[in-house]
């Protein structure tokens, strides 16, 4: 109509439709560039007829040598290609500790406890003002050494745990699976601070009587983000070991590790730590792709250990009174923050979709020539992954990872229900999460999971899985008793 005003351009189209429009793309770029070469080469045979076409093969004047060669060529070539391949590395199956109802510690029984054991008030209600802001529920649980009045931590204590734990996850990874222990050829058990003599690995096979000639190993002192260096171990053993079975065991050992003095940096561990393990099959036998849940795409490892300020954020020392504690610095979530980008910078070129890759490196150019003021081009790696499982350490951790990854409240979900339920269960936490995913009916066939696990040294270290088949509901787990409850609201302070 005459007079009427013109639509606004930001109005009248939908950017976002643009955006995508140009993220498919970046992303097909090869697929659409190579139609029109082969429409045109098609076009060109059509219109050159089968005359011409057997007059151009004779041309060639090919005899049976030339064409046996070529094929031998092409075979060889292809044999090569598909021998140097990686093998596939599938996780079969895993199960979680679920510890029991007696081991318990609401934050009543804990404040309780520890006004009994700590005659300094200041300690006391430095705990109490950690547990409140922690995100940590009621139905936690520690080790029953952990529940006398002083603390047991001793030796035997302390393989009681051990025991408890791993035979707990590893029987009911036989039960699910079906696995004879024979058939176990590759044995990764990852505990931080509890190293005995014989090791927790030989403990495994002693118990379980498996082969004399497995190969085993026992990971000690490399911190939470120690059960992604076990995967990776048991990743790089199953490429030269083919059509072998590997155990992967992740845990950590409360018992020993309860600390009795007054420092506050090292009475958060208290707080914060809970009892938990993992048990995950994993193979390379072809035939276990079709039961197999995911399959390994990609571990990536970072560590700042040649830094001194990351080496010593987590350390285990001894304070002035003697007793043995971990020391947790102020600077560990900007450390931790700085492992994330160096992982992140290696991880994003093998998972990102073309378009955000660009979108990074057009904006790191514009900084460097243009404006070196100009807000870094934060990849979405929503893009890249359905499922984000990030190291349940604290709820600074995840406030800070999710904040800087600028994932939705969903997406860390997972994280914030482990911790509320079952603690920071060190290096199996990450399963937990996992085992959340599923039990919520989440995971579909071709889902993609970020493990992000951080670790004293300073380490982070990330896994990549893809989903071979839906998990179907009910999943039998941790969750299987209290999966309705969840998730929960967790309010940023509980009183206590």
């Given at each position: 109509?005459?007079?009427?005003?013109?639509?606004?351009?930001s109005?009248?189209?939908?950017?976002?439709?643009?955006?995508?429009g140009?993220?498919?793309?970046v992303?097909?770029?090869?697929?659409?560039?190579s139609i029109p070469?082969?429409?045109?080469v098609g076009l060109e045979?059509?219109?050159?007829?089968p005359q011409?076409?057997v007059?151009l093969?004779r041309?060639?004047e090919l005899?049976v040598?030339?064409?046996?060669?070529?094929?031998?060529?092409?075979?060889f070539?292809?044999?090569?290609?598909?021998?140097?391949?990686?093998?596939p590395?599938?996780?079969?199956?895993?199960?979680?500790f679920?510890p029991?109802?007696?081991c318990?510690?609401?934050?009543?029984?804990f404040?309780?406890?520890?006004?009994l054991?700590?005659?300094?008030?200041?300690?006391v209600?430095?705990?109490m003002r950690?547990?409140?802001?922690?995100?940590?529920?009621?139905?936690?649980c520690?080790?029953?050494a952990?529940?006398?009045?002083?603390?047991?931590?001793?030796?035997?204590?302390?393989?009681?745990?051990?025991?408890?734990?791993?035979f707990s996850?590893?029987?009911?990874?036989?039960r699910?699976?079906?696995l004879?222990?024979?058939?176990i050829d590759?044995l990764?058990?990852?505990c931080?601070?509890f190293s005995?003599?014989p090791?927790?690995s030989?403990?495994?096979?002693?118990?379980?009587?498996?082969r004399?000639?497995?190969?085993?190993?026992?990971?000690?002192?490399?911190?939470?983000?120690?059960?992604?260096?076990?995967?990776?171990?048991a990743?790089d053993l199953?490429?030269v070991?083919?059509?072998s079975?590997a155990?992967?065991?992740?845990?950590?050992i409360?018992?020993p590790?309860?600390?009795?003095?007054?420092?506050?940096?090292?009475l958060?561990?208290?707080?914060?730590?809970r009892?938990?393990?993992?048990?995950?099959?994993?193979?390379n036998r072809?035939?276990?792709?079709?039961?197999?849940?995911?399959?390994?795409?990609?571990?990536?490892?970072?560590?700042?250990g040649a830094d001194?300020?990351a080496?010593?954020?987590v350390?285990?020392?001894?304070?002035?009174?003697g007793h043995t504690g971990i020391?947790?610095?102020?600077?560990?979530m900007?450390?931790a923050g700085?492992?994330?980008?160096?992982?992140?910078?290696?991880?994003?070129?093998?998972?990102?979709?073309?378009?955000?890759?660009?979108?990074?490196f057009?904006t790191?150019?514009?900084r460097k020539?243009?404006?070196?003021k100009?807000?870094?081009?934060?990849?979405?790696f929503?893009?890249?992954?359905?499922?984000?499982?990030?190291?349940?350490?604290?709820?600074?951790?995840?406030?800070?990872?999710?904040?800087?990854?600028?994932?939705?409240?969903?997406?860390?979900?997972?994280?914030?229900?482990?911790?509320h339920?079952?603690?920071?269960?060190?290096s199996s936490?990450?399963w937990?999460?996992?085992n959340?995913i599923e039990?919520?009916?989440?995971m579909?066939?071709g889902?993609?999971?970020?493990?992000?696990?951080?670790?004293s040294?300073?380490?982070?270290n990330?896994?990549?899985?893809?989903?071979?088949?839906?998990?179907?509901?009910?999943v039998?787990?941790p969750?299987?008793?209290?999966?309705?409850?969840?998730?929960?609201?967790?309010?940023e302070?509980?009183?206590l």
């Open positions: 109509m005459p007079g009427a005003p013109l639509p606004e351009f109005s009248s189209v939908r950017l976002k439709y643009v955006k995508l140009y993220q498919h793309l992303d097909n770029f090869a697929t659409f560039l070469v082969m429409v045109a045979l059509v219109r050159r007829g011409e076409m007059g093969w041309a060639l005899d040598i030339h064409i046996l060669c070529s094929v031998f060529v092409i075979v070539v292809a044999t090569a290609y598909f021998m140097s391949r990686p093998r590395v599938y996780l079969v199956e895993y199960a979680c679920k029991p109802s007696n318990r510690v609401p934050f009543s029984t404040m309780e406890h520890t006004r054991i700590n005659s300094d008030e200041k300690s209600q430095f705990q950690i547990l409140e802001r922690s995100g940590l529920g009621e139905e936690t520690l080790p029953p952990n529940h006398y009045i002083p603390p047991h931590p001793t030796m035997e204590a302390s393989r009681a745990e051990a025991q408890l734990v791993i996850a590893i029987d009911d990874l036989i699910k699976t079906g004879k222990p024979k058939d590759i990764v058990v990852n931080s601070l005995p003599t090791s927790l030989a403990m495994i096979i002693n118990k379980y009587k498996l004399s000639n497995i190969r085993s190993f026992n990971l000690s002192g490399m911190g939470c983000s120690a059960g992604l260096i076990s995967i990776d171990l990743r199953l490429q070991h083919p059509g079975n155990l992967v065991i992740s845990t950590e409360i018992t590790n309860f600390y009795a003095g007054n420092q506050r940096a090292m958060l561990p208290n707080c914060l730590f009892m938990g393990a993992a048990a995950i099959l994993l193979s072809r035939r276990d792709a079709g039961r197999a849940k995911y399959r390994l795409v990609h571990v990536v490892r970072t560590h700042k001194d300020r080496y010593r954020c350390y285990e020392e001894e304070d002035a009174e020391s947790l610095s102020k600077d560990l900007a450390i700085e492992a994330l980008k160096s992982n992140i910078t290696t991880i994003g070129p093998l998972v990102l979709p073309m378009s955000e890759q660009l979108l990074f057009l790191l150019v514009a020539l243009i404006n070196p100009r807000k870094p081009y934060i990849p979405d929503k893009k890249a992954f359905e499922h984000f499982c990030i190291h349940a350490g604290g709820r600074a951790v995840i406030d800070e990872l999710q904040k800087n990854l600028e994932l939705s409240a969903e997406h860390v979900e997972a994280s914030r229900m482990t911790l339920r079952f603690g920071n269960t060190s936490s990450l937990y999460e996992l959340y039990s919520k009916g989440r579909r066939r889902d993609r999971v970020w493990q992000i696990g951080f670790g040294g300073f380490k982070c990330s896994a990549v899985w893809k989903c071979l088949r839906s998990v179907r509901t009910p039998d787990g969750w299987s008793d209290c999966i309705l409850r969840y998730p929960v609201h967790i309010p302070v509980v009183k």
